[in-house]
């Protein structure tokens, strides 16, 4: 994501995050900022060329870099000559940070958009062995009920017809506040105080940590959009121990056909690594049986790159070329369950809320093209073809 010279790199709480640091910083051209993404090590690559590209096209502008790589690359970035300041990512939504004050971010200047991605959750207490994000993010912290609802009031006032909520561990919202409440209470908080509010979606979530609230309301809730993205990673489970999952393959399929038992049109995203350290043939084809037996048509495929000073960089690792193979293999066999999904859903009814270039997404979040429609209008489309990944 891109808005004014505010750059925003990886996951859906950095693209709410840059929203945010858009609005403090307005469309000032003497400053650029790079919110910078560190999951993987191509993701630090991809930081490192978009700096460059930025300096080359602003070569007058202050360039901050925040984010995670900024903690957990920051000694390289700060050397790196293109970069003017290293922003902590814990001071990335302060006007000080970018020499604008010391007052807190007017979080209802952000610009309007269609869907609205609310972060309710920062941070990391577990210690997946592949994972660098906990030392880019710090410890668990979630967003307190009324900031939640004030945020996503504001952001109904000003137009926006979903609400996407996101975080970097979201199911693990509500562990440090008093009480310890569950993901599941704050999605029915949501819903009791806007029950004008026509469609919720949850961003990535962790399986094991699906509250019975929680699985109640995705599995019938209609306001809560049928589409579940989990953090799989893997599908063997001795793969799964040594990347310190806390869940196993039966598990994970087991939470899935129960929701599909009482919400059949529900669809199925999720996170997955090709090549982990020790990974085998015979666990990369559990990896790929995973994805037929779960239909998994949204997917994330992450070629495994060791980060320093995570267990996994220590473990034997799988050669570059196989990784990259592997992950080539997963993203097809994504892509085949995906293009059976949207053929089944020609000629089908769909909700589609409209954005501003002429396509949408569905319920289901299968992207469907919109033409006429005002962006932000929700409306019945059921379609008659397909072409290059769009419903038509």
Not at 90 to 102: E, M, Q, T, V, W
Not at 262 to 281: H, N, S, Y
């Amino acid at each position: 994501m891109s808005g004014g010279q505010v750059i925003g790199l990886g996951c859906r709480l950095n693209i709410a995050e840059s929203e945010s640091i858009a609005a403090l910083t307005g469309d000032r051209g003497d400053r650029v900022v790079i919110n910078s993404c560190a999951v993987t090590a191509e993701a630090v690559r991809q930081t490192r060329r978009t700096i460059r590209r930025a300096r080359r096209a602003h070569p007058a502008a202050c360039l901050f870099v925040t984010g995670c790589a900024a903690e957990t690359e920051r000694a390289a970035l700060a050397a790196m000559p293109e970069v003017d300041e290293i922003v902590p990512n814990g001071r990335k939504l302060l006007p000080a940070s970018y020499g604008l004050g010391s007052e807190t971010i007017r979080r209802g200047a952000v610009p309007a958009r269609t869907r609205a991605f609310v972060a309710v959750q920062n941070g990391c207490d577990h210690a997946c062995t592949f994972c660098i994000i906990p030392r880019g993010r710090g410890p668990s912290r979630s967003a307190a009920v009324d900031v939640v609802l004030r945020e996503i009031e504001s952001q109904l006032d000003r137009g926006a017809a979903e609400i996407v909520l996101t975080g970097v561990d979201a199911t693990a919202w509500g562990a440090d506040l008093p009480g310890q409440p569950r993901l599941g209470s704050l999605v029915a908080a949501i819903l009791s105080r806007f029950p004008h509010l026509a469609r919720l979606r949850l961003s990535s979530l962790d399986g094991a940590e699906i509250d019975p609230l929680l699985f109640e309301l995705i599995a019938g809730e209609r306001r809560v959009m049928p589409h579940l993205h989990l953090s799989l990673q893997h599908g063997h489970d001795l793969i799964l121990k040594r990347m310190k999952r806390r869940h196993n393959r039966a598990q994970a399929a087991a939470l899935v056909a129960a929701l599909r038992a009482q919400r059949p049109g529900l669809a199925v995203g999720a996170d997955l690594i090709a090549g982990f350290p020790t990974e085998t043939a015979a666990h990369h084809h559990a990896n790929i049986s995973l994805v037929r037996e779960l239909g998994i048509v949204h997917g994330h495929v992450f070629p495994f790159s060791p980060r320093q000073g995570t267990p996994a960089a220590r473990m034997p690792q799988v050669e570059g070329e196989t990784i990259r193979g592997r992950a080539g293999e997963l993203r097809a066999a994504i892509a085949a369950e995906r293009l059976a999904w949207q053929r089944r859903l020609i000629g089908t009814p769909l909700q589609v809320l409209a954005e501003r270039d002429g396509r949408g997404y569905s319920e289901s979040y299968a992207r469907v093209a919109t033409p006429g429609l005002v962006a932000g209008t929700i409306a019945t489309i059921a379609p008659s073809a397909l072409e290059d990944d769009l419903l038509i």
